[in-house]
């Protein structure tokens, strides 16, 4: 091949030695019950070995819904930390040096406000906001398509994405400020194929945003990320991430003229979770060492292996430091990192990647000829193709065209089930009582004021980010901030 690693357009990886320069960042996603409790899961994890958090943020916070609001009752601390103003956040990180750790947030509707969270625990503790590093997922497009999580309409919800862009392009330029998410489309049950095409078309709506906005190009792509799947089939996946940086670069270039360092694709990667099953359990730990030998293979940056559990409830301490130490099998032992991108030249991944690459494109015209990526959210028609996707893999493990091990295939007669992970039944109470406090201790007046403030910006064309942290510093709730703008923005319903 004549082209080498850290060449455009990056197919064989952004960096000329990869691995051996830096191994991946080995993150470990967690979050749940209280922060004091995700707090001491995040100590243990550190104490483990982990290079970076990454914070799961329960459904209330993911929908701008406070602890006490009607419709949060039963899902507080359930499927991620339950936080609701800036005391939660101070001791979701109580201990944790902000300065020396990269953070990762899996937050989308609600990033700016967590965003603006997280710089004022970090300014608490007397850090440099300029020096932070770490990422918000902060792609509210995948929420439409995918996942659900979303608050506001697509257009709307795009100025809070560019704003938050624009802010902490300027205030956090470390900070990578989007991660442009492939991984739920994979979930919900899309191709390799349509993986890396939506993803990337929804890429492109980001920063054709971004430009209509007023910045230009390389203020702010050089701090875009993406998030990929690691699926099972383990040579495509390879291919996979191989197709989608190379792709990445031409797009870039060709329809933005962007320079060097916006064409490189930064990415996390993570194993699948639609892949784990409740039956046989511990075969899972062998699904995670595949998918994430063949992310570190595909040149990831960033990566989180799943614990063999999670099919079951959330992930035990034993269970995720089973799945951190699989990363460091990887990385210490199997000799995969001094090698940059050792299946390049192999005939068949480089037909394989040139075979996604085409197909990706194609779709990618496809979205554009409908207007583009919110165009095609709106129209329903992305959502179609990963249901009609969803719906041909189901049938084809039914009738055992694909096998799944322990599921359709190698049954075994008793199902052995590990005791579950249990969040606390009283979580919920003490939180509501938490917050009920943070609302007493607090200046009526000040947060009525910066409220309104924040309603008068999103009336106009103000950039939101100041007026969201002036709000959580004064202690308004992440679910006062979405109302407010909820008010002006109105609510994204789906059509049936």
Known sequence: MSERPGEFPFTRGIYPEMYRRRLWTMRQYAGFGTAEESNRRYKFLLSQGITGLSVAFDLPTQMGMDSDHPLAAGEVGRVGVAIDALPDMQALFDGIALDRVSTSMTINATAASLLCLYALVAESQGADRKKLSGTVQNDILKEYIARGTFIYPPRPAMRIVTDLFAWAGAEMPEWNTISISGYHI?????????????????????????????????????????????????????????????????????????????????????????????????????????????????????????????????????????????????????????????????????????????????????????????????????????????????????????????????????????????????????????????????????????????????????????????????????GEISGTLKKIFGEYRESC
């Open 186 to 478: 994979r979930e919900a049950g899309s191709t390799a194929i349509q993986e890396v095409a939506f993803t990337l078309a929804n890429a492109i709506a980001y920063v054709e945003a971004a430009v209509a906005a007023g910045l230009t190009v390389d203020s702010f792509a050089p701090r875009l990320s993406f998030f990929f799947n690691a699926h099972n089939n383990f040579l495509e996946e390879i291919a996979k991430y191989r197709a989608a940086r190379r792709l990445y670069a031409k797009i870039m270039r060709e329809r933005f003229g962007a320079g060097r360092r916006s064409c490189m694709m930064r990415f996390h990667a993570q194993t699948a979770g639609s892949t784990l099953t409740a039956q046989q359990p511990e075969v899972n730990a062998v699904r995670v060492a595949v998918q994430a030998m063949a992310a570190v293979l595909g040149g990831t940056q960033s990566l989180h292996t799943n614990a063999q559990d999670e099919a079951l409830s959330l992930p035990s301490e034993a269970s995720a430091q089973l799945a951190l130490r699989t990363q460091q099998v990887i990385a210490y032992e199997s000799g995969i990192p001094a090698v940059a991108d050792p299946f390049g030249g192999s005939e068949y991944i480089e037909k394989l990647t040139d075979e996604i690459e085409t197909a990706a494109r194609d779709s990618i015209a496809r979205i554009d000829a409908l207007g583009g990526a919110i165009a095609a959210i709106e129209s329903g028609y992305l959502q179609r193709e990963i249901q009609n996707s969803a719906y041909e893999y189901q049938k084809a493990v039914e009738d055992g065209r694909q096998i799944v091990v322990g599921v359709n295939r190698f049954q075994s007669g008793e199902m052995q089930v590990p005791p579950p992970f249990r969040v606390d039944p009283e979580l919920e109470r003490k939180q509501i009582e938490r917050l009920r406090a943070v609302r007493a201790s607090r200046s009526p007046e000040a947060v009525s004021t910066a409220l309104a403030a924040l309603e008068t910006a999103a009336r106009g064309t103000e950039n939101l980010l100041p007026h969201i942290l002036q709000c959580c510093r004064v202690l308004a709730t992440v």
